[in-house]
């Protein structure tokens, strides 16, 4: 049994949740900081992530017709002036090139030479250049629809950054499409929110609210924007995924045409939508505990670190060849449609390797020594379970059952996550109770949770709450009774309640 005096991360979520957080980062080796301000260097255990998130979505959009594709990283800035709103929204974020190349100056220094007659924005998304391309590719009713997606980088130059969850450049997939009515393209904004809603809740383990964004926090140039928003272990929410009904807006902008079936001609109706690597670090701040990740298995990069355990050397030989066995018949089971994911780990480094896998989130640790090969058994720990908790399970039924104990710990991670939401969530009715919720003595504390409380729908109200409290509405959710009361911010009348919290 590895001991610990104390745990594994400090300081602990209590002491100081921000830190806390880059904490677990840094020691689980998913990624780090890079010399480019604000980037990320993500590392092999936190790109593996990456690749089985990336592999999972991507089946689950190609499910609902849509076709990849890639579009250029460079946007010519006229493209992002076509639409007023767009333009606007993303104006203070944008990454500008302006020249083509470099040449040395008088001191030798290399400096910016040959000025681009149109400067270039670095995407920070890809609405106007794929409505380029969707204007030449449309003149018939019977181009569409176009269903489009792509896995790219973005770049979003940001003040304050966090490792995942607010960096200038970011993993994500955007998709796209054009269709020849409105109910069609309404239609796919919910379809393509039922696809992230079921991948975020099934997949990385985290309850979500669905709703409606407000006219202030829609997608700049969006008629209707909708949304899920996850709470984070702090009591803050996190969008973890959002669409866009675009109405004829970009069609208008970037000329997107087609003749109807009565020959007459009509914009497109289109939509986009979108998730990033935002998501990891929502996972994290869900799931993880004082002693590093919990990776939801059915995302995590591997599934099982097998931990050989010999101190005589005569004894080393044996016990890594039953372990290699092991991992054999661990290797050809199934887990959710893939093979189980096997690490072996024999170094040479003591209770130390067992707390290198724990603070990485891997969901079972097998320890193998001379006794359990004896035995035929492992001795097992669970991430989801106190690091000094491990039974003695035949190495048959651990083979056998490996699927059934990984779906119970997928199923309890989602469960925890879900009981900590309902209890955090609460109406109030009083502005002095609301306000007392979400004040605290600095930023570092937690407080707040998610708050249902009436808005009589004034955008001014709105402001004044965010300006006043740091707390935005996070959606009108569907699934919000609508009953008479009195708007929280202004005391006016208001029909149907909407969540407010504090969000990263």
């Known amino acids: ?73 460079f946007i010519p800035l006229s493209y992002l002036e076509k639409e007023a709103e767009h333009v606007e929204g993303f104006a203070k974020e944008c990454a500008v090139v302006t020249h083509h190349r470099l040449e040395a100056g008088e001191d030798g220094k290399l400096v910016p030479a040959g000025k681009l007659t149109e400067p270039l924005i670095v995407r920070p998304t890809s609405e106007t250049i794929i409505g380029e391309s969707m204007s030449r590719w449309t003149s018939s009713y019977r181009d569409l629809p176009i269903l489009l997606n792509q896995w790219a980088n973005v770049v979003r130059w940001e003040m304050r950054t966090r490792i995942f969850l607010r960096t200038s450049e970011f993993l994500w997939q955007e998709g796209h499409t054009a269709h020849a009515t409105e109910a069609e393209a309404r239609e796919r904004t919910m379809m393509m929110l039922d696809v992230y809603t079921r991948f975020v809740e099934e997949y990385l383990a985290m309850p979500v609210v669905r709703g409606r964004k407000t006219a202030s926090e829609r997608f ?167 690091p000094g908790k491990k039974v003695s399970l035949p190495r048959e039924d651990f083979i056998n059952t490996i699927d059934t104990i990984l779906d119970d710990i997928q199923n309890n991670l989602f469960n925890r996550a879900l009981a900590f939401k309902r209890e955090n969530t609460i109406e109030i009715d009083d502005t002095e109770e609301f306000k007392a919720l979400f004040t605290a003595p600095d930023e570092n504390s937690i407080h707040g949770g998610f708050v249902m409380a009436h808005w009589c729908g004034a955008a001014e109200c709105e402001a004044k709450i965010k300006e006043d409290l740091s707390v935005t509405i996070r959606c009108i959710p569907f699934d919000s009774k609508t009953e008479q009361g009195r708007c929280i911010c202004c005391g006016n009348a208001s029909g149907r309640r909407v969540l407010f919290a504090k969000a990263y």
Not at 35 to 44: D, H, L, S, T, Y
Not at 322 to 347: C, K, M, N, P
Request: charged share 30%; with cysteine.
């Open 220 to 386: 700049p140039g969006a008629v209707d924007t909708v949304c899920i928003e996850a709470m984070m272990q702090d009591k803050k929410a996190l969008q973890a995924g959002t669409s866009h009904f675009l109405g004829q807006n970009f069609a208008r902008s970037s000329d997107i045409r087609f003749q109807n079936a009565d020959k007459k001609e009509e914009f497109a109706w289109t939509t986009s939508w979108g998730t990033s690597t935002r998501m990891i670090g929502g996972m994290i701040m869900t799931h993880a505990d004082d002693d590093g990740v919990i990776m939801p298995p059915r995302v995590a990069p591997a599934h099982v670190v097998l931990l050989p355990i010999a101190r005589k050397e005569e004894d080393q030989r044996k016990v890594m060849e039953y372990t290699r066995s092991l991992a054999d018949a661990l290797a050809v089971r199934t887990y959710h449609g893939s093979r189980i994911r096997v690490e072996i780990d024999d170094r040479d480094t003591g209770g130390a390797r067992a707390w290198d896998w724990i603070k990485k989130g891997i969901p079972l640790r097998a320890e193998i020594g001379p006794r359990d090969m004896e035995n035929d058994c492992v001795f097992l720990g669970r991430r989801d379970e106190a």
């Open 1 to 73: 049994m590895v001991k610990q005096a104390k745990n594994a991360i400090s300081p602990t979520r209590d002491e100081d949740y921000p830190m806390w957080y880059q904490e677990v980062v840094k020691a689980s080796e998913m990624a780090e900081k890079s010399p480019v301000r604000g980037c990320m260097v993500i590392k092999p255990w936190g790109y593996a992530l990456w690749e089985n998130i990336v592999s999972t979505m991507d089946g689950m959009f190609k499910d609902t017709g849509i076709k990849n594709a890639y579009f250029p990283l």
